[in-house]
Nanobody, 112 residues
């Protein structure tokens, strides 16, 4: 059974940090590009960051460049999203994606 399980979300003050994790199982994780998406209330889901199979190519949404870092451990079947200098505009449900597989999402709320 394919599973993507996100964790690490929560409530944080502006300027704070969070580290999201996405643990994969049930498929050959190392063979897939993996992405983080987010969806804020009333908005479309958007691609935040993506990393290729060996981590050699990385994409970031312009608004998170310099603040977010995506990484992966193929040995651990896990992808991470380190989020620093968080802003209220980063508030959303964050989803992990690999091809047609999606996680259930983890809520990130940035508020004072």
């Amino acid at each position: 059974q394919v599973r993507l399980v996100e964790s690490g979300g929560g409530l944080v003050q502006p300027g704070g940090s969070l580290r999201l994790s996405c643990a994969a199982s049930g498929f050959t994780f190392r063979g897939y590009r993996v992405s983080w998406y987010r969806q804020a209330p009333g908005k479309d889901r958007e691609l935040v960051a993506a990393i290729t199979t060996a981590g050699l190519r990385i994409f970031y949404l312009d608004s998170v460049k310099g603040r977010f870092t995506i990484s992966r451990s193929n040995a651990m079947n896990t992808v991470y999203l380190e989020m620093n200098s968080l802003e209220s505009e980063d508030t959303a449900v964050y989803y992990c994606n690999a091809d047609r597989y999606w996680g259930q999402g983890t809520q990130v709320t940035v508020s004072s």
